[in-house]
């Protein structure tokens, strides 16, 4: 008997002749979710997975792998540690979904991975303060300071800042049990200009964790820890879009290898050594050397 499928049949009916029983079982069994996205992205999901699953022949050892994979993964989650963000970061969605829905004005600051060390609610501090708030301050300290604006120039005040970044270990707090919780972290207010500025110290390259699940992947696929040093940034203002971010220092060997696919040209900068005077004193308590980052975020409307 010719079993072959006739060959005026599109890809697409192909596909569908070939498709198992159970496929279009399961797809089909979340037909009456009534919300139409849902519905959409439920049924989809499914079928992109069982797409899979046929297409690599996947054994019940890898099945069962996966699953426990996927368990490890949720164990490590606590409210400091988010794995599954990590997972997404180092797979690439995590930028995918941020080119899908982010920079749709090209005027508006590019945003990039949220990242899995974010803590909310941190102590709202003044203008100029240095979020350095255990152990030394740098020897050298570093000035952030610029203008929140929307994409026609005008200054945004009352925008919400918040910013994080590592300890010069390369931990962020949270990870690093040494460190207060609000260390290398705050919420700064833009004025009635729309300025901000904080205090802090050069950041640092720094390996993300390779204590769980994620680390196991990428020593398994022999690829890079590294993250080029970076401050995290979410600026969110009444009436435009949240804008999560980051600020990547330059000449940093890891700027063309970030392990999580961050990087955007617009979003590297030079911290230039200035000598402090006296309005550097005046405004930002800073009364020896210092770095000076100025760097103007602009939000689009929402
Ligand atoms: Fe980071």
Known sequence: MNTSMPTSLTSDARAILKQPKVTKQAVDSFHQIENPRHRHLIRTLVQKIHDYVQEVELTEEEWLYTINFLTKTGQMCHDQRQEFILLSDVLGISMLVDE??????INQTPSTVFGPFFVDKMPI???????????????TPLLVKGQIRNTKGEPITNAYIDVWQTADNGMYSGQDPNQKIDNLRGLFISDSEG??????????????????????LLNYAKRTFWRPAHIHFKIAAEGYQT?????????????GSDAVFGVKEGLIVQPVLKSADEASEKHFGLKKDYYLIGYDFILTRS
């Open 243 to 255: 804008l999560v971010t980051h600020l990547f220092t330059d000449n940093d060997e890891y700027l």
């Open 195 to 216: 300025n901000y500025a904080f205090k802090s110290s050069l950041p640092v390259s720094y390996q993300i964790p390779s204590d769980g699940t994620v680390g196991q």
């Open 100 to 105: 899908i829905n982010n920079q749709k004005d």
């Open 125 to 139: 501090r003044n203008f100029a303060d240095s979020i350095v708030v255990d152990g030394e301050q740098p020897e």
